[in-house]
């Protein structure tokens, strides 16, 4: 073996030690999503409405919990018509839509009026919960939540987890999900 191809194959061993080392340390906060069959992380956040919500509220209802970066952005705005456009059917599924990002609830308040939500939108101001779901990131030095979902059945537990979704397509396959998880 020649210096030159030692030296690419050590290069590649090292890289393929220290990445995985550099980016746990520079996420050291950040969950895991909470895996399928877990309980579902419980939680206390303001609603749109200014009232304390948590996850026990929603007992006995499929739970939609979705996690998204800011209100009034076009993909995040996107999303949450495509969630009411869709309300109905939900209901029908006795499945509740809760929406959360770090946004204050009087942003949410705003944003549900203007673009006639009618579903909870949860205020995690700090980031905690959106960490507890493995659903944070940081934009320009401040942490958002990711846009990740996570389908919670009657009883409390992750029953589907979606990372990294598109907007435009995403309550479609939410319910398309969902009516599988209650087919069984």
């Not at 895991?32 to 609603?47: E, H, I, K």
């Not at 009034?72 to 959360?100: M, P, S, W």
């Not at 940081?138 to 942490?143: I, R």
Request: charged fraction near 20%.
């Amino acid at each position: 073996m020649t210096s030159s191809r030692r030296f690419v194959l050590g290069l590649l061993f090292l890289l393929a030690v220290l990445v995985p080392v550099m980016r746990a340390q520079a996420a050291p906060d950040a969950a895991a999503t909470p895996a399928v069959g877990s309980p579902a992380p419980d939680f206390s956040l303001t609603t749109n409405e200014g009232h304390p919500a948590s996850l026990k509220d929603f007992r006995g209802k499929w739970v939609v919990l979705y996690f998204y970066p800011k209100d009034f952005t076009g993909g995040c705005t996107l999303e949450a018509h495509n969630f009411q456009r869709d309300l109905a059917q939900y209901e029908k599924a006795n499945a509740a839509i809760v929406g959360v990002s770090v946004d204050t609830a009087e942003s949410h308040k705003s944003f549900c009026a203007k673009e006639g939500l009618a579903f909870k939108l949860l205020s995690d101001p700090d980031a905690k919960v959106s960490t507890q779901y493995g659903s944070v990131m940081e934009y320009n030095g401040a942490k958002l939540a990711a846009r990740n979902t996570f389908i919670v059945d009657p009883e409390g537990k992750i029953a589907k987890v979606f990372t990294g979704v598109k907007p435009a397509t995403h309550s479609e396959e939410v319910l398309g999900a969902l009516t599988a998880l209650q087919s069984h």
